[in-house]
């Protein structure tokens, strides 16, 4: 624990070497103070530095001081003033041990010290002052570095120690100041995260505060934990091989946001590489009006790429980037050639327009559905598991990065919350709340609060549904451990038509089949997809995928041969645009890896190119008496009905869709509320012959002359 009085306790300088390099320093400096004073007929003015007399031009304009013997360069040696008086096995200085790391040279480090003196010890500044003739200037020159380092400051390769290209300037250890000054003038700073990183302080640069963090969520898991499957394993041997041997630049495209991040933690930790998680999106910027371009917007990156740099030279660690900014070009050029290990990871195929050096491009391994192993672990169950079916419940999350830990930790407070133990409803809910998506922009989203229990259905659509369910669960093992995919591009997806009479239930089972997985359904609003200009609506259904595509949900396209119709023989440029939407749409649900399910009142308007790709196609048959009954009964179990009531004979007369039931109840409902008594059954009558009405039937009973 640290207190105020181990803080304020002064510490010996024999216990830190960069204190005693500093005292040394110290002393050699005040011997080139004592050689310039001598002589020199200012040297006892106080006011020196502040004016120029007439005997100090007089000395000026006498013969140049020799500069070729530096404060170093005495009989005991640069190297054994780092720590004269401790013993061989003492460790280094961080100062040391940066400049092997970086390659800096002993003249590099020379000039390194020389110019953090002053932020470590106060006597440095007067004296400074001193020699660099101007009491305000209480840094380090660039002359004055030559002097104490005994070269002559018109030497090229010296000079050259202080250029932007330099191993100084260019790694960001060093800032060369005011740049409207002559060369010797200029003023040496040391960021001031460097100096706190030589004295032992390892807080990230304020900078970075929000856009930076360590990537240690993954990395912290011990050696035992899953993961990866084991198909995943032979990628991250090699990878981390690569990572291991040197610095790297690899670019991972990924197929769903967070696999580049799960394969990249494997790969670094197994390769024992720490890594920063730099995230350029959070750095974006608002335009400064709403006329303003990309180009207009504050440009951020170019300050924080080089503090970026610098924290990962100093932690010695790799830098992980994702996802990557609208425009990635800059950002690929400015890390790929700064030495470090850098991986990027995003959605878009590599463009070699980005940077002239090209990545190492690897496309990033899918992550299996459910990886119940991993789940086990980040919800912390014994080998007696969580008390639910684990694997069932997890199957249709396809949840990568760290969002599996996420999710299992939002599943344990929600769990806390109602305090009771994690049951299979927390995990689904908080499953789902990590996979949120931008959807909602173009479909109307549905939480499931329904079950089998909720559809009457004869036994064969009900069957069907539940197979929907299970392909559903178990497509990453059909289709890509077994290797069942068609190939071609083809993708993972489950695509199911369900086609009937309006009211038979379609829009409900597919509500109950999401329910069934655990998933949100989402009702793709047609009008916000189809557009009168060529080319919109395509852009619009791609826009829909592309987001499906990385989000675990269930997509529902309602009366779906609005857009999935048949095409036909082209007349005019209408039925060319047209066919080419249908064209479109053809190639996008081959290469679609989520749940589409699409509803139609005549299947036979729905192009047969689309029913060959359908996994399922489910039809939904008008209800009979018997079934029509049950779906009366289900739809009054909650309602308090009058004794004596019964919707047998209204479910033999009235034939009507369990859609029309379910209003006809409403409105019996609503006049038994403003009687304020019970459902009779003259009032589900009175709402049946309602639903005859609408639909411009003719009542049974009415209409006799």
């Not at 007929?41 to 031009?57: F, H, K, M, N």
């Not at 391994?365 to 169950?381: E, F, N, Q």
């Not at 997509?555 to 939407?581: C, Y």
């Not at 007369?653 to 019996?668: K, M």
Request: aromatic share 6%.
């Amino acid at each position: 624990m640290t207190t105020y009085a181990s803080l304020t306790s002064p510490a010996s300088p024999a216990a830190d070497p960069l204190l005693v390099r500093l005292a040394r320093l110290r002393d050699r400096v005040a011997e080139l103070v004592a050689s310039r004073s001598t002589g020199d007929p200012t040297a006892s003015d106080p006011l020196r530095g502040l004016y120029l007399s007439d005997e100090a031009v007089q000395h000026l304009l006498g013969p140049a001081a020799a500069s070729s013997t530096g404060v170093f360069d005495d009989a005991a040696g640069f190297e054994d003033a780092a720590a004269p008086e401790a013993p061989e096995s003492a460790p280094a200085t961080r100062l040391e041990r940066l400049a092997v790391r970086l390659g800096l040279t002993e003249l590099d480090t020379r000039i390194l010290l020389l110019a953090l003196a002053p932020d470590l010890d106060r006597s440095f500044e007067p004296l400074y002052g001193y020699l660099n003739d101007d009491v305000s200037r209480r840094r380090a020159t660039t002359g004055l570095a030559l002097d104490l380092c005994g070269l002559p400051v018109h030497l090229a390769e010296a000079r050259a120690r202080f250029h932007p290209s330099s191993p100084l300037t260019a790694l960001g250890l060093l800032t060369v100041e005011e740049p409207e000054r002559p060369f010797l003038s200029r003023s040496l700073r040391v960021p001031d995260r460097l100096v706190a990183h030589l004295l032992g302080d390892g807080t990230l640069d304020a900078a970075l505060a929000g856009s930076v963090h360590p990537l240690d969520s993954l990395l912290s898991a011990p050696p035992s934990t899953p993961l990866s499957s084991p198909t995943h394993h032979e990628f991250t041997v090699k990878l981390a091989a690569r990572l291991a041997s040197g610095p790297l630049t690899v670019y991972l495209r990924e197929h769903r946001e967070g696999d580049g991040l799960a394969c990249a933690s494997a790969a670094l930790r197994a390769a024992g590489v720490e890594a920063l998680h730099f995230t350029p999106t959070a750095t974006e910027a608002p335009r400064l009006s709403p006329e303003a371009g990309e180009d207009h917007r504050p440009d951020i990156l170019s300050d924080l790429l080089p503090r970026l740099l610098r924290e990962a030279r100093l932690r010695d660690r790799a830098i992980f980037v994702s996802p990557l900014p609208e425009k990635p070009g800059p950002l690929l050029r400015t890390l790929t050639e700064a030495g470090v290990t850098v991986v990027f990871a995003g959605s878009r195929p590599y463009d070699p327009q980005w940077c002239d050096r090209d990545p190492l491009v690897l496309d990033a391994p899918r992550p299996h559905a459910g990886a119940v192993d991993t789940w086990a672990v980040a919800l912390g169950v014994g080998a007696d598991g969580p008390g639910f079916d684990l694997a069932a419940t997890v199957a249709p999350y396809r949840l990568g990065g760290d969002r599996i830990e996420r999710a299992a930790r939002a599943a344990l407070d929600l769990a806390a919350f109602d305090g009771t133990p994690v049951t299979a409803a927390h995990l689904r809910l908080a499953a789902r709340q990590q996979s949120a998506s931008g959807l909602e922009q173009h479909a109307r989203r549905i939480r499931p609060d329904v079950d089998w229990g909720d559809l009457v259905l004869p036994d064969k659509p009900l069957a069907q549904l539940h197979e929907l369910a299970l392909r559903a669960r178990h497509r990453d093992r059909v289709l890509g451990d077994w290797r069942l995919s068609a190939g071609g591009g083809r993708g993972r997806g489950v695509l199911g038509l369900f086609a009937g009479e309006s009211g038979t239930g379609k829009t409900l089972s597919a509500e109950v089949v999401a329910a069934e997985l655990g998933l949100d359904l989402y009702v793709v609003q047609l009008s916000s997809i189809v557009d009168k200009y060529v080319g919109e609506t395509e852009k619009n259904l791609e826009r829909i995928f592309t987001e499906a595509d990385r989000t675990d949900a269930v997509l529902l396209f309602d009366e779906a041969d609005a857009v999935f119709g048949k095409r036909s023989e082209v007349k005019d440029s209408h039925d060319k645009h047209a066919n080419m939407e249908s064209a479109y749409l053809l190639q996008r649900l081959e290469s679609f890896d989520g749940i589409a399910l699409l509803t139609t009142n005549l299947r036979a308007n729905i192009d047969e190119a689309f029913t060959r790709r359908l996994d399922l196609v489910v039809d939904f048959p008008f209800p009979n008496s018997g079934q029509r009954l049950a779906l009366w009964r289900h739809s009054l179990a909650a309602v308090p009905c009058a004794d004596g009531t019964d919707p047998a004979a209204v479910a033999r007369d009235f034939e009507l869709a369990g859609g029309s039931i379910r209003s006809a109840v409403v409105t019996a409902a609503y006049a038994a509320a403003g009687r304020g008594a019970a459902v009779t059954t003259a009032d589900l009558r009175e709402g049946a012959e309602r639903e005859y009405r609408k639909a411009g039937r003719l009542v049974p009973g009415e209409g006799n002359w």
